[in-house]
């Protein structure tokens, strides 16, 4: 059941989702007998009050299209094959007992005359599908599969309103794209990839190559093995399978250890897919408080205590969708927690290799790019009035205003705060810091390569390797073997750590290019943060600015990014927006930015 609702219309809420509803009852796309779902879970998929669902409820049962059962739910009412609506007879319909009788008279465009039993007759627009035009001979009716009540509960389970919402952003005839999650086309090394993938085809080695095993080749096991501990991950090949990308593996966790109702806290806003996956096996999400350094840790215990999850789902390093990177000091804590309460813990790492540098290198960003704009170490914000915002810095903490004044800035600045844990080094990944098999980590090259390689892998606890193995059967046997021997190739002689070098020099320009951009522009209230690495800024939007008023104003100009409730456990974030600074074009970066703070 897919709803759409346009909350700029003049049109009330509930009508909107009663007219909704009504068109897919009325067009079969909701079968007789499909329970819709209770008015609280339907108010928090959409975003509204639950009052808006009882009266859009309401008014469909007193046009007699859907019926409550006390302890059961509300189900689509049977509908009579002679007339064009829904019959009830001698059925409970908004607490009290109708017999309507209902006759038709099809005026051609659309409109149903409808007779009740007095005689009173009333119009209702009603969409009628047809296949041809209407003509002397009567067309045969086309009796369509229930969609509806044919769907499983795992495929029902997932929010199709995110996934459109997403696609909404990402599609489009735009000139400046920072919505898509993955890097700018030129980019991919094509060069590189030509030179392995004719090295890897030509090999011998790769002649009559049976078929791969299902954890992958052994060969390129170790390699990463041996690149894992280049982060300070000590493992060995027992603890690495190759995936189909990185997601695969969060489906293949998923299945491997999650039970209808078990619980997974995760990051209040994460990655989108990873709550899809969850969703689908019935979990119950919680999300944990996030601040400018990812998840709150101190709060972790209280999570934990309370609600006793089966496995902890985290982005430590240059986190989806914030670019917060977890201090140390919250690594252990988040360990050692996990420890306590036998929890598991998911480490998606997907963006770790893209490091820019320590927090004093975003620390001078900050002073060097602040000509506008308010910076509290790595976060910055705009005061003032108007479209511009007034000069002040916020560094190594103290303030100051630009004509030397001093004042006191509402950000904390986080580069200075020792407390934080931030060592100015690159972070190590939670699987380096544990040995006990608690963790079990994610990468992929799609974000360091091209989104086309699809080629991730998970290091986990040799027993997990091989219960993701026995799952994995039933899925797809084994990684693509071209992939797996391209990815051979890269990792061969430090290939692809000379590509990630000259990749991450080109994304810090693109990052400076967008802080300094944001600082230019930025109106009043607006605040972001200066990610150390990888993709994203997370940009908090003035009070009463709302994301997704921005995307359709912006989208019309063509420009796109991701609205904040697209990522949101609970999809109710409407003050945030996600940038990925990396696939634009360099020289778009400014004027797209400008764009965005314009429409605001």
């Known amino acids: 059941m897919q709803l759409q609702l346009n909350r ?181 090394p094509d060069d590189l990839l030509r030179a392995v993938s004719l090295e890897a085809f030509a090999s011998h080695e790769f002649d009559g190559q049976p078929e791969s095993p299902i954890e992958g080749f052994p060969e390129l096991r170790e390699l990463l093995a041996a690149h894992m501990r280049t982060r300070g991950v000590h493992c060995n090949a027992r603890n690495v399978m190759v995936l189909s990308g990185s997601e695969q593996g969060i489906d293949l966790c998923v299945r491997a250890f999650i039970n209808p109702g078990d619980c997974v806290l995760v990051e209040q806003s994460t990655f989108f897919p990873a709550l899809q996956a969850f969703r689908s096996a019935d979990a119950r999400i919680v999300g944990v408080p996030m601040d400018d350094y990812g998840m709150r840790t101190d709060l972790l215990e209280g999570y934990c205590a309370r609600f006793h999850p089966k496995f902890i789902y985290t982005i430590p390093t240059f986190q989806n969708p914030t670019g917060s990177t977890l201090p140390a000091v919250r690594r252990k804590e988040l360990i050692d927690v996990a420890r306590r309460y036998q929890c598991l813990i998911i ?132 990684t693509s073997t071209s992939s797996q021997r391209i990815c051979l190739e890269l990792l061969k002689e430090g290939r692809i750590a000379e590509h990630v070098e000259t990749l991450t020099a080109a994304y810090r320009g693109r990052r400076d290019a967008a802080v300094a951009a944001l600082e230019r522009y930025a109106v009043q209230g607006m605040t972001w943060n200066v990610p150390e690495g990888g993709y994203y800024i997370w940009v908090t939007l003035p009070d009463g600015v709302r994301s997704l008023d921005v995307l359709d104003r912006c989208r019309a100009e063509g420009v796109t990014f991701m609205p904040g409730s697209v990522f949101d456990v609970d999809e109710t974030d409407d003050s945030h927006i996600r940038l990925n600074i990396v696939h634009p074009d360099a020289d778009d970066i400014e004027s797209g930015i400008r764009m965005i703070c314009e429409s605001m």
């Open 8 to 188: 700029r219309s003049s049109v009330p809420m509930y009508k909107q989702l009663a007219g909704e509803l009504r068109e897919q009852i009325v067009s079969g796309a909701l079968a007789e007998g499909y329970r819709l779902p209770p008015e609280r879970e339907l108010a928090a998929q959409l975003g509204v009050n639950r009052t808006t669902v009882l009266q859009a409820y309401q008014q469909l049962k007193d046009e007699a299209l859907i019926a409550s059962k006390v302890g059961k739910g509300t189900f689509v009412l049977p509908q009579n094959a002679s007339v064009i609506g829904h019959a009830v007879r001698g059925m409970t319909a908004s607490g009290r007992t109708i017999s309507p009788i209902l006759a038709q008279n099809s005026t051609g465009d659309g409109v149903v005359a409808q007779t009740d039993a007095r005689g009173h007759t009333s119009a209702a627009q009603v969409r009628i599908a047809r296949h041809e035009p209407l003509s002397d001979t009567v067309e045969p009716t086309v009796v369509r599969p229930p969609w509806s009540v044919l769907f499983s509960d795992y495929s029902n389970r997932f929010t199709y309103h995110d996934i459109a919402a997403a696609n909404r952003a990402q599609n489009g005839k735009s000139l400046i794209d920072f919505a898509t999650g993955s890097p700018n086309p030129a980019d991919i």
């Open 347 to 478: 480490e998606d790492d997907a963006y770790g290799e893209l490091w820019y540098g320590g927090a004093d290198e975003a620390r001078a960003v900050a002073a060097d790019g602040a000509i506008r704009g308010e910076v509290g170490g790595e976060s910055f914000g705009a005061t003032g009035s108007g479209n511009r915002s007034e000069n002040r810095v916020a560094v190594g903490g103290e303030s100051r205003g630009d004509a030397g004044g001093e004042y006191h800035s509402e950000n904390r600045c986080k580069a200075s705060d020792k407390a934080s844990g931030h060592s100015g080094q690159r972070p190590v990944p939670l699987k380096g810091m544990e040995n006990a098999g608690y963790v079990m980590y994610l990468s992929t090259f799609s974000k360091t390569v091209t989104s086309g390689l699809r080629t991730g892998w998970i290091v986990a606890d040799p027993h997990v390797i091989d219960r993701l193995a026995a799952l994995r059967r039933m899925v797809d046997q084994h």
